[in-house]
C-alpha cells in the first residue's frame, strides 16, 4: 500500500495575530504610546513572540518584530514559516520599519506570509517578506 505523503498545513493568521497582540500587552512603550506586537511561526510548530522596547536614548528602541526574530535564532530556530504583527488601528495596520525588514528578509523565505494586523482589532492584511522588502540585500552575489 503506497505510503501517503503528508503535506504540511499552511499557517493560519489567527493563532499568530492573537499572539502578537498578547505580546503587545507587554511591550515597553512610555514615550511613543505605540504598542506593537509580533509572532513568529517555526517549522515545528514553536510560536516566538515580541513586543516593541523602548528606551529613554530614543536609538536604542527595539521594535517587536526585531525581539520576536532575536529570541528565536538565540534559541537556535531559523526555520520560519509565518509571522504576524499587531499594532496601529484597524483600518492602519503597521507594518515593519525597513530596519526590520532587512532583518527578516536575512531569515525569513522571500514567499514567507506575513500578516498585519491593528493592535486590537479587525482583520489581518496579508504580505509576503518579498513584497515587504523587494531587491533584499544579501552577500548572493
Ligand atoms: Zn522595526
Known amino acids: 500500500m503506497p505510503t501517503r505523503k503528508s503535506t504540511p498545513t499552511p499557517p493560519s493568521p489567527r493563532p499568530l495575530v492573537a499572539a502578537a497582540r498578547e505580546a503587545a500587552t507587554r511591550a515597553h512603550a512610555p514615550y511613543s504610546g505605540f504598542r506593537v506586537g509580533a509572532a513568529l511561526l517555526t517549522g515545528d510548530g514553536r510560536i516566538f513572540t515580541g513586543c ?35 499594532g496601529g488601528a484597524a483600518d ?32 489581518a492584511r496579508a504580505t509576503t517578506i518579498r513584497k515587504l522588502l523587494p531587491h533584499a540585500f544579501t552577500l548572493d552575489f
Open 52 to 86: 516593541n522596547i523602548e528606551n529613554a536614548s530614543y536609538g536604542l528602541t527595539l521594535c517587536a518584530e526585531r525581539v520576536a526574530l532575536a529570541k528565536a535564532v538565540s534559541e537556535g530556530a531559523t526555520d520560519f514559516r509565518a509571522l504576524a504583527i499587531a
Open 92 to 123: 492602519t495596520p503597521a507594518t515593519p520599519c525597513g530596519a526590520c525588514r532587512q532583518a527578516l528578509a536575512e531569515f525569513c523565505p522571500p514567499r514567507m506570509p506575513v500578516w498585519y494586523a491593528g493592535l486590537a482589532a479587525g482583520s
